[in-house]
């Protein structure tokens, strides 16, 4: 006999696994935590397989869960398409997409962007997360986000990515700063400098790295920031040098708060769009992706 799964089961699976729990789940259904729970498990009982991992009070989805998600997504999304028929203009878009993005993107583009996307369709809900680049692939890969925004490219085997722009990078001083005003540095000077750089797993930092091993100049790390704004800060203080998008200090160039300087280090990066193969793409996914590419793709690189 097929299992009898409704509605509102498929509902509480796929909302438990975008937020992890039964009563953040309880809470954006607006249902109480039993009856949320007590779905859950019956969904299980009618499938006679477990969906989750159960370390603690968070749920995690297992290997099956993880499989079946998109096929409930799908589900949900065709019933709420439905529904909108009824009673809705002709193609609006609507729903839920996560989105997590690395910092500077989270930062520096994302937010307008998803403005002007959000102002476009009021009935669409963008969920925004500001993470690292590890911490984006790793949200991808457990169905955390539907969409990864990250600075370089994806060497995960089991996500899709695409380039989406180019960035550049700039290494900045405070004006004070002993090596403000000098033609280009060399390597030796670059390898005494002292930097004030991104933790480990951030995209800005690996860039960096990258280009400072090729000239043979591994550089001396004086401090680890996980904020832009603190690099910005620490630097202007002159407590060392920073190596940055220049994204993020056109506004403090162009004042005259911090300096540019000349190391021929070509630090320059791609943007990419990274998601999981196996989840359901919706129409409003697919549309948010449209979107991010003809408003800041490769031919409209900054």
């Given at each position: 006999?097929?299992?009898?799964?409704?509605?509102?089961?498929?509902?509480?699976?796929?909302?438990?696994?975008r937020?992890?729990?039964?009563?953040?789940?309880a809470?954006e259904?607006?249902?109480?935590?039993?009856?949320t729970s007590q779905?859950?498990s019956?969904?299980?009982?009618?499938?006679?397989?477990?969906?989750f991992?159960r370390p603690?009070?968070?749920?995690?989805?297992?290997?099956?869960?993880?499989?079946?998600?998109?096929?409930?997504?799908?589900?949900?999304?065709?019933?709420?398409?439905?529904?909108?028929?009824?009673s809705e203009?002709e193609?609006?878009?609507?729903g839920?997409?996560?989105v997590?993005?690395?910092?500077t993107?989270?930062t520096?583009?994302?937010?307008?962007l998803?403005?002007?996307?959000?102002e476009?369709h009021p009935?669409v809900?963008?969920?925004?997360?500001?993470?690292?680049t590890?911490?984006?692939?790793?949200?991808?890969?457990?169905f955390e986000?539907?969409?990864?925004?990250i600075?370089?490219?994806?060497?995960?085997?089991d996500?899709v990515?695409?380039?989406?722009c180019?960035?550049?990078?700039?290494?900045?001083?405070?004006?004070?700063?002993?090596?403000?005003?000098r033609?280009?540095?060399?390597?030796?000077t670059?390898?005494?400098?002292?930097?004030?750089?991104?933790?480990?797993?951030?995209?800005?930092?690996?860039?960096?790295?990258?280009?400072?091993r090729?000239r043979?100049?591994?550089p001396?790390v004086?401090?680890?920031?996980?904020?832009?704004e603190a690099?910005?800060q620490?630097?202007?203080?002159?407590?060392?040098?920073?190596?940055?998008?220049?994204l993020?200090?056109?506004?403090?160039?162009?004042?005259?708060?911090l300096?540019?300087?000349?190391?021929?280090?070509?630090?320059?990066?791609t943007?990419?769009?990274?998601w999981?193969?196996?989840?359901?793409?919706?129409p409003?996914?697919?549309?948010?992706k449209?979107?991010?590419v003809?408003?800041?793709?490769?031919?409209?690189?900054?």
């Open positions: 006999m097929t299992p009898q799964v409704s509605f509102r089961q498929l509902q509480v699976f796929v909302t438990v696994a937020l992890g729990t039964v009563s953040a789940a809470g259904l607006c249902l109480s935590q039993s009856a779905a859950l019956d969904l299980e009982r009618h499938l006679g397989v477990a969906l991992e603690g009070r968070r749920l995690r989805l297992n290997d099956l869960g993880r499989r079946l998600l998109p096929r409930a997504e799908e589900l949900l999304d065709g019933m709420h398409a439905f529904v909108a028929a009824a203009p193609g609006e878009l609507r839920v997409l996560a997590s993005a690395s910092a993107v989270g520096y583009l994302l937010p307008s998803a403005g002007r996307f959000s476009a009935a809900d963008l969920r925004l997360r500001l993470r690292n590890v911490e984006v692939v790793t949200d991808v890969l457990r986000a539907d969409l990864g925004l600075e370089g490219e994806c060497r995960e085997p996500l990515s695409e380039p989406w180019e960035d550049r990078m700039v290494v900045v001083a405070a004006p004070g700063h002993s090596l403000a005003g033609e280009r540095l060399d390597d030796e670059l390898a005494r400098a002292g930097w004030i750089l991104r933790e480990p797993g951030s995209g800005t930092r690996e860039v960096f790295e990258r280009a400072m090729s043979g100049a591994p001396q004086r401090m680890e920031l996980g904020q832009h690099i910005k620490a630097v202007r203080a002159g407590l060392g040098l920073g190596c940055l998008s220049e993020s200090v056109a506004g403090e160039l162009e004042r005259g708060e300096v540019a300087l000349d190391t021929g280090l070509g630090l320059s990066r943007f990419s769009l990274v999981h193969p196996d989840r359901y793409r919706s409003l996914w697919q549309a948010f449209v979107f991010l003809e408003a800041h793709g490769p031919r409209a690189a900054p």
